[in-house]
């Protein structure tokens, strides 16, 4: 196992594996997945490893994956026309009630605003070692918090996968407080998907036959967390993940996908793949809308 710290290379082998010691060598460096990346590894460490290999029956699903797809809803007109906002509606039950995943098109935020997101994001990760580590922190009370995977040091397997990420309301940090590379489409962002959000919560009352100001009268739209992903090419891709199973703990996630994709979700026992699509967000319902509903 290589791990780059600086200028020097730890290695380690299966024989005198310390997990514990070697995850702290390795968050030590500050500089995540994207520095093992950077300083040419060729294996993985032992500690991105995931424990357990896909089953027969895993590997069947992922094989079927591409027999299906997630809905995509078209928002165009659910203002104007009631009969055509009634058919969105019905789309965003169903889709909920059958996926928990959807996606939207024609959703009211500009194609520039998104690739500008996907570039701000692409940009912070590509600043130059030093200044990211001054970013790089587990303190969860930081404005804003760089590091990889947030839970480093309890999960069987740390993905493949670095994150930075900040509380955008209702309290949202000062602008100084925020990467200067990407500090105004942060912003910006932030200020269109809270309108979306918004919009997205009056058809989900209307879906659950309720009056539509309903959700966003009870404060499910106060609340924004930006999570910004990079996912580094994996020299060893069969042994780790980017992201293993798991549920979102909120209301709903809006995904803005790159053109990689990689994204995938559970359906009727098998893994379908969610293809990016140009201009399109994804959906993603949180248990906190399902344990309310």
Known sequence: MEITENKEVLVTTKFDYDRASELRAFDDTKDGVKGLVDAGVTKIPLIFHFPHPLN????????????????????????????????VVEKIREASETWGFFQVVNHGIPVSVLEDMKNGVHSF??????????????????????????????????????TFYCFMAPHPPKPQDLPSVCRDIL???????????????????????????????????????????????????????????????????????????GLQVLHENRWVDVSPVPGALVINIGDLLQSGG
């Open 125 to 162: 990760y590509e600043q130059d070692p030093e200044v990211k580590r001054e970013l790089y922190t587990r303190d969860p009370l930081r404005p804003l918090v760089y590091n990889s995977n947030f839970d480093l040091y309890s999960s069987p397997a740390a993905n493949w996968r670095d």
């Open 56 to 87: 027969e029956s895993e590997s069947d699903s992922a094989s079927n994956s591409t027999k299906l797809s997630v809905p995509s809803i078209d928002l165009v007109g659910i203002d104007e026309d009631p009969s055509r906002r009634k058919m």
């Open 187 to 261: 912003l910006e962002y932030t200020k269109q998907v809270m309108k979306l959000g918004s919009v997205l919560f009056e058809l989900l009352s209307e879906a659950l036959g309720l009056n539509p100001n309903h959700l966003n009268d009870i404060g499910c739209n106060e609340g924004l967390l930006v999570a910004c992903h990079c996912y580094p090419r994996c020299p060893e891709p069969e042994l780790t993940m980017g992201a293993t199973k798991h549920t979102d703990d909120d209301f709903f996630t809006v995904l803005l996908q790159d053109h990689i994709g």
